[in-house]
């Protein structure tokens, strides 16, 4: 399905254009003040010829942009007044049944993404990503972003190799991560069975966020989250559906065996609000509302999943965010806890 097709969105973006004044009279919030961004992929060429070798072109069910690179993503920025992003690798990844290829093209990729982050002072900071599912070559790569590239964090996709994280099979990363009190973004991927549902639209649409929804109950339901406190979590898509579900995931609490609770003695409600949320393709009053129900607005952060959503939702998302009717330093700090959290985005000379 190509992009422009699927998202058509140039006249309605026009159309809320127009409406600028009308989003910052409700808000008191002008939409051209700076930002940062804490959810935007790189996506270096040797990266996408090495997945068109594979005859692999697309991505959640969209194509993969082509054409990218760090001057195209400053001008993007600029134009919409992002100060500075958190830029990480998108799915699917790096791993296509290969552990050593794997770990090689994720080395390739975090090198990139270090040395994109010196080569542009205060625009960039990086989340490094894994050869997740190979266990031990994640956590070598892990240990070489954080101590030898100085990543500002790790990237890990929701599930890999249809393992969704809090799988026992991580648990080595896991203590690693926690004892480097790293914060961890996580984006999604699609599991097997999502390709095999046959549905009309494109697996970004639901199975992503649905993706983001079961790894975060999973790290909740096995107990991840209390064994290893120390690390951030931050949530693509505003959790996918974990808001809305918040609740009826805490019925775990419930378990009549007891096994719930004695890995998660805290309560399911207590560890999904130790989640931070981002904002991408999320900025709607039916989304973030719910996010702000479960937690403060320290736990959310601006984010617009470019280069994949097409730059007229770049204006879209920052509209829509000004008219959910939040209080201006609430919107305020939303546009800015990137750089709390990711302090080299405050380093620019």
Known sequence: ????????????????????????????????????DVHNHLLPDFYVNDLAGMGITTSGGLDIPQGWSPASAIALMDSNNVSGAVIHLSSPGTFFGDNAAAAQLARQVNEYG???????????????????????????????????????????????GDKFLGDPIFEDLMAELNSRRT???????YHSSSESLGLAYPQLLIEFPMDT?????????????????????????????????????ALLDYDPTGEFLQRAPKG??????????????STSVYALPSVLELVPASQLI?????????????????????????SPSVLNQILNNAATYFPRLLSAP
């Not at 625009?123 to 490094?128: E, I, L, N, V």
């Not at 961890?184 to 991927?189: E, R």
């Not at 120390?230 to 693509?236: C, P, Q, T, Y």
């Not at 399911?268 to 393709?281: E, N, P, S, V």
């Open 183 to 189: 914060t961890v973004y996580v984006h999604p991927h």
């Open 1 to 36: 399905m190509d992009r422009r097709e699927f998202f058509g969105l140039t006249a309605k973006v026009a159309a809320l254009a127009a409406m600028g004044t009308v989003a910052t009279k409700t808000t008191g919030c002008a939409l051209t003040e700076t930002k940062y």
């Open 302 to 326: 601006f984010g617009t999943d470019t280069p994949f959503a097409p730059d007229q939702l770049l204006l879209k998302q920052a509209l829509d965010l000004s008219l959910v009717g939040l």
């Open 114 to 160: 270090a040395t994109m982050v010196n080569d542009y002072p205060g625009r960039f900071a990086y989340c490094a990503t894994l050869p997740m599912p190979a266990v031990d070559e994640s956590l070598a790569e892990a240990v070489y972003a954080l101590d030898v590239l100085n990543a500002d964090g790790i990237c890990l996709l929701a599930c890999s």
């Open 268 to 281: 399911g409600l207590h560890y999904l609000k130790q989640f931070y949320f981002d904002t991408a393709l």
């Open 213 to 249: 929804t079961r790894a975060a109950a999973n790290l909740v339901a096995t107990g991840t989250m209390e064994r290893y406190p120390n690390i951030r979590w931050i949530l693509a898509h505003a959790g996918g559906a974990v808001p809305y579900l918040a609740w009826r995931i």
